[in-house]
């Protein structure tokens, strides 16, 4: 087919495994790594490795003969996990991604897509639910999340020095809250909204289910169909900034619950726990730039991408034998 050769790295996850099936429909040839297989179905990677990407020899091998790399490899989950697991996840990023990036270098890769997060914007512009849309440029002066976001911010920098002193051209995108079918929906690392979908697929036709905080938090959540066609449409294009990946429509916690709840068809109402991690008080993005470079933004909607995401929880839960069918 004459196209190049594509490295996934963390093509057991999430987004990796969707990624990874994106790209194969567009005819590329595929090496997935990562230290475990999808949880859910099996990779269309025409090769997979399960190899720890924090060791560099590692890092090494799985760049071998490969000219394009989308780095997703991560240690990371939800907020429950980010908040209380700072050590790890700063430690193993950023082997995972110094590694990387030099392993890249020393293979010759030509283009180099890493996977950030809003989370690198600053805490002083998300204090109230009723935030402004982050825009790129509001990274600065710097107050990312501890641990996570600083990590995250960290190698945003090394890509740009590996850009500017050795060429290697790379691209860097701020994830806002993805989610979707074949996530992790239970656990501790799940997101918002697969923990929601999980309780409301759980839960009587009129019952109460559990709300970390006051519900009152806000985000924009991107469905992970767009996520990767962003993903592509970026690493095709010629910015080499960090720029926003997520929907510019925000909405509370409390209602992301009435939403899901209504796809359910269930009457829920929410028993809150301010003990919990709740994150910042407001986020939303900014999609100017989003929409100025690739001419394009997501386009599913929260209601749609939640929909689907429900019934395919739900079909998990009755495989588990936890709801019936």
């Known amino acids: 087919m004459g196209k190049e050769k594509i490295l996934v790295t963390g093509a057991g996850g999430f987004i990796g495994h969707h990624l990874v099936s994106y790209l194969k429909e567009k005819g590329y040839w595929v090496r997935g790594v990562d230290v475990k297989h999808p949880e859910y179905g099996s990779t269309d990677a025409d090769e997979f490795l399960s190899l720890d ?6 890092c090494l091998k799985s760049t071998e003969d490969i000219a394009y790399v989308y780095n997703l490899a991560a240690n990371m989950g939800g907020i429950g996990f980010i908040e209380n697991y700072k050590a ?3 430690h193993d990023n950023t082997l995972i991604n110094i590694h990387m990036l030099e392993a890249a270098k020393k293979n010759n890769v030509q283009k180099y897509l ?6 690198i914007y600053p805490g002083y512009k998300q204090n109230t639910p009723d935030v402004t849309p982050l825009k790129e440029e509001d990274a600065y002066p710097a107050d990312p999340e501890d641990g996570y976001g600083w990590e995250k911010m960290y190698i945003e920098r090394a890509c740009r020095h590996y850009m500017e002193d050795y060429g290697l051209k790379t691209y860097a995108v701020r994830f806002h809250n993805i989610y979707g079918q074949l996530g992790t929906y239970d656990g501790g690392r799940e997101k918002s909204p697969a ?7 759980l839960a009587a036709k009129t019952d109460a289910i559990e709300v970390w905080g006051d519900g009152n938090q806000t985000r924009s959540y991107c469905y992970i169909d767009d996520c990767v066609e962003g993903l592509y449409r970026l690493f095709n294009s010629n910015h080499h900034h960090p720029i926003n990946m997520g929907s510019d429509r925000m909405v509370s916690i409390n209602q992301l619950v009435d939403i899901v709840a209504k796809i359910a068809g269930k009457e829920i109402s929410k028993q809150y726990d301010l003990t919990k991690p709740q994150g910042v008080r407001g986020r939303n993005s900014d999609n100017e730039k989003l929409r100025e470079i690739l001419k394009w933004e997501p386009a599913t909607s929260l209601e749609e991408g939640l929909a689907v995401t429900y019934k395919w929880i739900c079909s998990q839960l009755v495989k588990e ?5």
């Open 88 to 90: 790890e996840i700063v």
């Open 53 to 58: 990407l924090r060791r560099w020899e590692n």
């Open 195 to 201: 923990a929601i979908c999980r309780k409301i697929a």
């Open 114 to 119: 890493f996977t950030s997060s809003a989370c």
């Open 321 to 325: 034998g936890r709801i019936t069918g």
